[in-house]
């Protein structure tokens, strides 16, 4: 019953876009079809412009933000709150961590358990990424390997710099 109804799903779509596909082609071929080339083509470029090409965003105030200095530290204060549940700097305050660090990421350890969890979570058999370790690898070595993992982690925060 299953494969059957989606069948009948899959054909109705078809006939619909079909149709819709028809009345574009009877909207290009009349005398006002310019117009729809164009309206089409503007839509199909708003649909593809990337994040580079963002000239103004909001700001928190709800003002517009146009110098690119402003706009990268609404981004940069965005996605800290959306990550981190509150600012970089109270979570750091909260913690008892001490200011003067290089950069805010310093102001926390990953600890063996964060990484224990995320290793649990993350799925095996996908691709390996460019260090070219399979995750069932991470996964299947022990407490030795969790310890290394998290150490690495910590180093890359403590230097804000990936080893070779």
């Given at each position: 019953m299953y494969k059957a109804?989606?069948?009948?799903?899959?054909?109705?779509?078809?006939?619909?876009?079909?149709?819709?596909?028809?009345?574009?082609?009877?909207?290009?071929?009349?005398?006002?079809?310019?117009?729809?080339?164009?309206?089409?083509?503007?839509?199909?470029?708003?649909?593809?412009?990337?994040?580079?090409?963002?000239?103004?965003?909001?700001?928190?105030?709800?003002?517009?933000?146009?110098?690119?200095?402003?706009?990268?530290?609404?981004?940069q204060g965005y996605f800290s709150l959306l990550f981190n549940g509150g600012s970089v700097d109270s979570l750091c305050l909260a913690r008892g961590v001490q200011e003067g660090y290089p950069h805010d990421r310093a102001c926390s350890c990953v600890s063996k358990e964060e990484v224990k969890d995320v290793l649990r979570r993350v799925k095996s058999g996908k691709a390996v990424g460019l260090n070219l370790i399979p995750i069932e690898i991470w996964k299947c070595l022990g407490e030795r390997g969790l310890g290394w993992l998290t150490e690495l982690f910590n180093v890359i925060f403590r230097t804000l710099k990936m080893p070779n």
């Open positions: 109804a989606k069948r009948l799903a899959d054909k109705g779509v078809t006939i619909a876009k079909g149709n819709a596909f028809d009345r574009l082609y009877r909207k290009l071929e009349a005398e006002e079809g310019g117009k729809e080339v164009f309206k089409l083509a503007r839509a199909r470029e708003k649909k593809i412009r990337d994040l580079e090409s963002v000239r103004c965003v909001k700001g928190e105030d709800c003002k517009v933000l146009v110098l690119d200095t402003t706009i990268r530290e609404r981004w």
